[in-house]
Nanobody, 124 residues
Framework: QVQLVESGGGLVQAGGSLRVSCAASGRTIRSYFMAWFRQAPGKEREFVASISRNGGVTDYADSVKGRFTISRDNAKDTVYLQMNSLKPEDTAVYYC?????????????????WGQGTQVTVSS
């Protein structure tokens, strides 16, 4: 199985940028469809972005489309989420997830492995 560790979270002002990373170990991420989810206090975990095994297909939540970019480097077993034009409503714990699904997955129950999360806070 694969272990996932997120990093790169922090405090940023509205309009700023941040890149969070997800490093995998135990098994190469080439085998997995990868995604980022987030969870704000008092809210349910929500889908942010996903990327296919070869990086050729990506998908985004409407709330982040045009501002966030998901990418992966299979040689480094790492997935990234570049976040630009950040808004206070982007404040949440961001989780990396891996799925054995064969096609795109947007629901948390479709993901088999999760990281511990990294806090992103956007101040107004």
């Amino acid at each position: 199985q694969v272990q996932l560790v997120e990093s790169g979270g922090g405090l940023v002002q509205a309009g700023g940028s941040l890149r969070v990373s997800c490093a995998a170990s135990g098994r190469t991420i080439r085998s997995y469809f990868m995604a980022w989810f987030r969870q704000a206090p008092g809210k349910e975990r929500e889908f942010v972005a996903s990327i296919s095994r070869n990086g050729g297909v990506t998908d985004y939540a409407d709330s982040v489309k045009g501002r966030f970019t998901i990418s992966r480097d299979n040689a480094k077993d790492t997935v990234y989420l570049q976040m630009n034009s950040l808004k206070p409503e982007d404040t949440a714990v961001y989780y990396c997830a891996a799925s054995t699904a064969l096609v795109g997955a947007k629901f948390s129950w479709q993901y088999n492995y999760w990281g511990q999360g990294t806090q992103v806070t956007v101040s107004s």
